[in-house]
């Protein structure tokens, strides 16, 4: 599918030299796609993304037949991490604790992300606590922490309450989160600042309404997680100014889960797809926004929920995310537009550096 | 809890029964909620005709006139009266080869099914009208239909139309296809309890933990299913042997009646004067008895065994889910002499570690390109979603199936061919799969699969190339109806 047109030297300057990929087409940050494209890699960044025109002087080209793109942001991940390290069965407030700790970028449902075109997964905590700590945003190749205090996740559903062990109730919850936040420390404080974005961990409906009741009140910014039809209540949630990380979509999933994206996108939510691997299969990611794009939502709003809406949601915008210039040089050559599902992975740069390649798969 | 399955199939085939002689009796009415009249005319115009997969036409049109196609070709005239519909691309609706849509939840996980269980007797053609809506927007307007989808013997199967509002008669499209049987699926935790979920708000109990087994319970799967065959076959053949004998038997009768005929007077006057005899002796007359006199017995009546011998004979093709290679090896090799069987593998997760028998032995193999997390059934722990191009590759025939799990998976039927395709397959034999080499496999290619003359009128109006994003689905024609526009919510 591609090749790699080694001019003469490139032995001797082999690390230092620029990389530029021509590709028939490219997915841009905002879901544009941009044709005749050329992306220039240097030092692991990318220096320059535009249309025509020729490869740079004294850089290695490479010629793809399909298109490119930044590669994938998967929310709300479990991969990369000893699943016991997520959760803590005893303690219901770990407002210190932070995922970057259990990290183990070796686990291989990571290189099952990068083999799906991801290349940043916002690793979190388990929703069985108030208080889970914060989510670390781990790179699917390399091993490198872009992120190690993503979000600081609070649990406002059922689950992130047992019955064994204080607090048992919604309204006892509240009250401890009260208390929390008074005089916060740490995460906390951070979170109460607003320098740290919060993950509202919810299910229902009513959580949804209380997440939202308790951000107003104690003005938290972040996003709502795991509610399949929050969208239905995408004026509110608009109002709120919160994102929404949405729970994985997949195959049979109901048509009013997907409307209610729908809602999201049509109220100007940012919103981006939780992925939950290895729980559930990394190809799930870009099927949610398939199913979504069915189901009728633009071409370019699926593209930005799986890039750059999600970046900024783990708060990564600045490094990545996009196929743009001074970025981080993750990207994906496809074989077709990556919103087809036909098209498939072909290769997957990660900081600059090969990280994976589909021949003789 | 639920209602078992021969009180449902009581009920349901006598409402068949009625509304299919009710249908024959008055063709032009008696459609519950059928929102077109059959007699409708219809006119279609495509800028590229799919007629079959590699036959494409460019600006070609479609007569469908009472449920079939009744013209193909380029430069048709309009029917007098004809409704008239265009799209930039038409073809073959989908055929789901291994769904649930369209039956009764409780017939779909009834556990006490046997060979002679017949899926179109649990038909409900009532349910899921959203469902069914959003499938025939999906462009899937068949599905192939089990009841016991997780019992080891599953039953006969039933092809289905999918569109809310028809009669049940139409709404079969096939009340016999293909025997369905299963073989390994154990869970992860065997010991661990039944668990239960909600399926089309009816609990059931979950496939993966009602299969706790061991090694031994897999080899006594395979066992299970090549006994049952044979049991078919040999019911089958004292069938045959039966007919034969009567045969013999009733050229016997002929022969001695003839024989009998011929010495009719002195044979009268013998009996006549034996029955005298008898009676100055006082002794009881007896007629005499012929050895023809013992008409040949026919077998027991067996209603699985009848569906079983059909099996046997390669009438009805068997559809067995497996997919581990222990599991499909020792299948293979158990069913190999019997030489009229059509086999079909459903699943198939480690089936390329059999491609080379299942590529000599003809058998397809029916794919569900499962996004397989952490926590399934174990037998899937080889699903890999390229194992539908990989197959192909080696010769295989391969189908695409929803996986007879959930009534609202075929739905997202192309989705699974389009990610079988993102993971090396060809688009081109995808849409085969899904139209022509499903219908072929399941023996109704003679009325769908393909949009040529005489068959059932199954058609996708689309607006851009199938299995794609822009290939959206504009109209959808079913039973030569046009039963999904653009207006349709």
């Given at each position: 599918m591609f090749t790699i047109l080694i001019a003469s030297g490139l032995l001797a300057a082999a690390p230092e030299r620029p990389l530029a990929i021509h590709a028939d087409k490219a997915r841009l940050a905002d879901g544009k796609v941009l044709e005749d494209a050329w992306v220039v890699i240097e030092d692991g960044k990318i220096s320059s993304v535009r249309s025509g025109g020729e490869a740079p002087e004294d850089s290695a080209v490479l010629r793809h037949t399909g298109w490119i793109s930044s590669g994938l942001v998967a929310l709300h991940a479990y991969a990369g991490t000893p699943r016991a390290e997520l959760r803590d069965t005893t303690?219901?407030?770990?407002?210190?604790?932070?995922?970057?700790?259990?990290?183990?970028?070796?686990?291989?449902?990571v290189a099952d992300c990068l083999r799906e075109g991801i290349t940043s997964l916002l690793v979190t905590p388990a929703r069985q606590s108030l208080v889970g700590g914060a989510g670390a945003v781990l790179k699917t190749a390399g091993g490198t922490i872009v992120s190690r205090e993503a979000q600081l996740s609070l649990g406002f559903a059922a689950m992130s309450y047992v019955s064994n062990r204080y607090p048992t109730s919604f309204q006892a919850g509240l009250a401890e989160l009260e208390r929390l936040l008074e005089k916060p420390s740490g995460l906390l404080e951070k979170a109460k600042e607003g320098e740290l974005p919060v993950l509202f961990e919810v299910s229902e409906r009513s959580d949804v309404m209380r997440a939202l009741a308790f951000a107003k009140q104690q003005e938290l910014r972040g996003a709502l997680s795991g509610a399949e039809w929050t969208g239905e209540l995408a004026k509110s949630v608009k109002?709120?100014?919160?994102?929404?990380?949405?729970?994985?979509?997949?195959?049979?999933?109901?048509?009013?889960?997907?409307?209610?994206?729908?809602?999201?996108?049509?109220?100007?939510?940012?919103?981006?797809?939780?992925?939950?691997?290895?729980?559930?299969?990394?190809?799930?990611?870009r099927l949610a926004a398939a199913l979504c794009v069915r189901e009728g939502l633009a071409a370019d709003q699926a593209w930005r929920a799986l890039s750059s809406e999600a970046a900024r949601i783990a708060g990564v915008e600045a490094q990545l995310g996009a196929l743009a210039e001074g970025q981080q040089a993750d990207v994906v050559l496809w074989s077709g537009d990556p919103l087809e599902l036909t098209s498939s992975v072909q290769a997957v740069y990660v900081d600059g550096r090969r990280a994976y390649t589909a021949e003789g798969r | 809890m639920t209602p078992s399955l021969p009180g449902l199939v009581l009920g349901l085939s006598a409402s068949i029964l009625s509304s299919a002689c009710a249908t024959a009796?008055?063709?032009?009415?008696?459609?519950?909620?059928?929102e077109q009249p059959a007699t409708e005319v219809l006119f279609v115009r495509a800028e590229r005709l799919i007629v079959r997969p590699g036959v494409e036409l460019e600006g070609a049109q479609v007569v469908v006139r009472d449920g079939r196609i009744a013209a193909v070709g380029k430069d048709l005239a309009v029917p007098e009266g004809a409704r008239e519909l265009a799209a930039p691309y038409v073809c073959a609706a989908y055929l789901d080869p291994w769904g649930a849509l369209g039956l009764a939840a409780d017939a779909r996980v009834d556990s006490a099914t046997t060979a002679g269980t017949r899926a179109a007797d649990g038909v409900d053609t009532y349910g899921n009208k959203e469902l069914r809506l959003e499938t025939l927007r999906a462009g899937v307007t068949c599905v192939r239909v089990q009841a016991g989808a997780s019992a080891r013997v599953s039953g006969l199967g039933a092809v289905l139309r999918v569109a809310p509002g028809l009669s049940p008669a139409e709404a079969i499209l096939a009340a016999e296809s293909a025997l369905a049987m299963?073989?390994?699926?154990?869970?992860?935790?065997?010991?661990?309890?039944?668990?239960?979920d909600f399926v089309d708000?009816?609990?059931?109990?979950?496939?993966?933990?009602?299969?706790?087994?061991?090694?031994?319970?897999?080899?006594g799967d395979i066992d299970r299913v090549v006994t049952a065959i044979e049991g078919g076959r040999s019911y089958l053949q004292s069938k045959i042997e039966h007919k034969h004998e009567l045969a013999e038997w009733q050229k016997k009768i002929t022969e001695k009646e003839t024989e009998l005929d011929k010495e009719f007077k002195k044979a009268k006057k013998d009996r006549e004067k034996e029955e005298k005899d008898a009676k100055e002796k006082g002794k009881k007359f007896e007629e005499k008895k012929y050895k023809e006199d013992k008409r040949p017995q026919p077998p027991r009546y067996d209603e699985d065994n009848e569906v079983l011998g059909r099996v046997a004979n390669g009438e009805l093709p068997l559809v067995v889910q497996v997919h581990r290679t222990a599991e499909l090896r020792g299948l293979l090799a158990a069913t190999a002499k019997h030489d009229r069987l059509r086999l079909l593998v459903a699943g198939g997760s480690e089936a390329m570690n059999c491609s080379a028998t299942l590529v000599e032995r003809g058998v397809p193999v029916i794919v569900m390109p499962a996004l397989v997390g952490e926590g399934a059934v174990d037998e899937l722990d080889g699903a890999d979603l390229t194992l539908a191009a990989r197959l192909a590759k080696a010769g295989v025939e391969v189908l695409i199936g929803s996986g007879g799990g959930s009534a609202a998976a075929s739905r997202d039927l192309p989705l699974l061919a389009q990610i079988a395709v993102g993971n090396g397959w060809t688009r081109e034999a995808a849409f085969a799969a899904l139209t022509v080499g499903a219908a072929r496999a399941l023996d109704v290619e003679r009325s769908i699969g393909t949009v040529e003359r005489g068959k059932s009128a199954e058609l996708l109006l689309l607006e851009g190339e199938p299995l794609t994003n822009a290939g959206r689905v504009k109209y959808v024609i079913s039973a030569g109806r046009v039963v999904l526009t653009p207006e349709t919510k």
């Amino acid at each position: 599918m591609f090749t790699i047109l080694i001019a003469s030297g490139l032995l001797a300057a082999a690390p230092e030299r620029p990389l530029a990929i021509h590709a028939d087409k490219a997915r841009l940050a905002d879901g544009k796609v941009l044709e005749d494209a050329w992306v220039v890699i240097e030092d692991g960044k990318i220096s320059s993304v535009r249309s025509g025109g020729e490869a740079p002087e004294d850089s290695a080209v490479l010629r793809h037949t399909g298109w490119i793109s930044s590669g994938l942001v998967a929310l709300h991940a479990y991969a990369g991490t000893p699943r016991a390290e997520l959760r803590d069965t005893t303690r219901t407030m770990l407002p210190e604790a932070r995922i970057a700790w259990a990290l183990d970028p070796a686990r291989p449902e990571v290189a099952d992300c990068l083999r799906e075109g991801i290349t940043s997964l916002l690793v979190t905590p388990a929703r069985q606590s108030l208080v889970g700590g914060a989510g670390a945003v781990l790179k699917t190749a390399g091993g490198t922490i872009v992120s190690r205090e993503a979000q600081l996740s609070l649990g406002f559903a059922a689950m992130s309450y047992v019955s064994n062990r204080y607090p048992t109730s919604f309204q006892a919850g509240l009250a401890e989160l009260e208390r929390l936040l008074e005089k916060p420390s740490g995460l906390l404080e951070k979170a109460k600042e607003g320098e740290l974005p919060v993950l509202f961990e919810v299910s229902e409906r009513s959580d949804v309404m209380r997440a939202l009741a308790f951000a107003k009140q104690q003005e938290l910014r972040g996003a709502l997680s795991g509610a399949e039809w929050t969208g239905e209540l995408a004026k509110s949630v608009k109002e709120s100014g919160l994102s929404v990380v949405l729970p994985p979509i997949g195959l049979g999933e109901e048509r009013r889960a997907l409307r209610a994206v729908l809602s999201l996108a049509q109220e100007g939510v940012p919103f981006g797809f939780g992925l939950d691997a290895p729980l559930s299969h990394p190809a799930s990611l870009r099927l949610a926004a398939a199913l979504c794009v069915r189901e009728g939502l633009a071409a370019d709003q699926a593209w930005r929920a799986l890039s750059s809406e999600a970046a900024r949601i783990a708060g990564v915008e600045a490094q990545l995310g996009a196929l743009a210039e001074g970025q981080q040089a993750d990207v994906v050559l496809w074989s077709g537009d990556p919103l087809e599902l036909t098209s498939s992975v072909q290769a997957v740069y990660v900081d600059g550096r090969r990280a994976y390649t589909a021949e003789g798969r | 809890m639920t209602p078992s399955l021969p009180g449902l199939v009581l009920g349901l085939s006598a409402s068949i029964l009625s509304s299919a002689c009710a249908t024959a009796a008055s063709p032009a009415k008696a459609r519950p909620g059928g929102e077109q009249p059959a007699t409708e005319v219809l006119f279609v115009r495509a800028e590229r005709l799919i007629v079959r997969p590699g036959v494409e036409l460019e600006g070609a049109q479609v007569v469908v006139r009472d449920g079939r196609i009744a013209a193909v070709g380029k430069d048709l005239a309009v029917p007098e009266g004809a409704r008239e519909l265009a799209a930039p691309y038409v073809c073959a609706a989908y055929l789901d080869p291994w769904g649930a849509l369209g039956l009764a939840a409780d017939a779909r996980v009834d556990s006490a099914t046997t060979a002679g269980t017949r899926a179109a007797d649990g038909v409900d053609t009532y349910g899921n009208k959203e469902l069914r809506l959003e499938t025939l927007r999906a462009g899937v307007t068949c599905v192939r239909v089990q009841a016991g989808a997780s019992a080891r013997v599953s039953g006969l199967g039933a092809v289905l139309r999918v569109a809310p509002g028809l009669s049940p008669a139409e709404a079969i499209l096939a009340a016999e296809s293909a025997l369905a049987m299963s073989v390994g699926l154990s869970a992860n935790a065997p010991n661990q309890g039944p668990s239960f979920d909600f399926v089309d708000g009816q609990l059931v109990q979950r496939e993966s933990s009602a299969r706790g087994m061991d090694l031994f319970d897999r080899v006594g799967d395979i066992d299970r299913v090549v006994t049952a065959i044979e049991g078919g076959r040999s019911y089958l053949q004292s069938k045959i042997e039966h007919k034969h004998e009567l045969a013999e038997w009733q050229k016997k009768i002929t022969e001695k009646e003839t024989e009998l005929d011929k010495e009719f007077k002195k044979a009268k006057k013998d009996r006549e004067k034996e029955e005298k005899d008898a009676k100055e002796k006082g002794k009881k007359f007896e007629e005499k008895k012929y050895k023809e006199d013992k008409r040949p017995q026919p077998p027991r009546y067996d209603e699985d065994n009848e569906v079983l011998g059909r099996v046997a004979n390669g009438e009805l093709p068997l559809v067995v889910q497996v997919h581990r290679t222990a599991e499909l090896r020792g299948l293979l090799a158990a069913t190999a002499k019997h030489d009229r069987l059509r086999l079909l593998v459903a699943g198939g997760s480690e089936a390329m570690n059999c491609s080379a028998t299942l590529v000599e032995r003809g058998v397809p193999v029916i794919v569900m390109p499962a996004l397989v997390g952490e926590g399934a059934v174990d037998e899937l722990d080889g699903a890999d979603l390229t194992l539908a191009a990989r197959l192909a590759k080696a010769g295989v025939e391969v189908l695409i199936g929803s996986g007879g799990g959930s009534a609202a998976a075929s739905r997202d039927l192309p989705l699974l061919a389009q990610i079988a395709v993102g993971n090396g397959w060809t688009r081109e034999a995808a849409f085969a799969a899904l139209t022509v080499g499903a219908a072929r496999a399941l023996d109704v290619e003679r009325s769908i699969g393909t949009v040529e003359r005489g068959k059932s009128a199954e058609l996708l109006l689309l607006e851009g190339e199938p299995l794609t994003n822009a290939g959206r689905v504009k109209y959808v024609i079913s039973a030569g109806r046009v039963v999904l526009t653009p207006e349709t919510k």
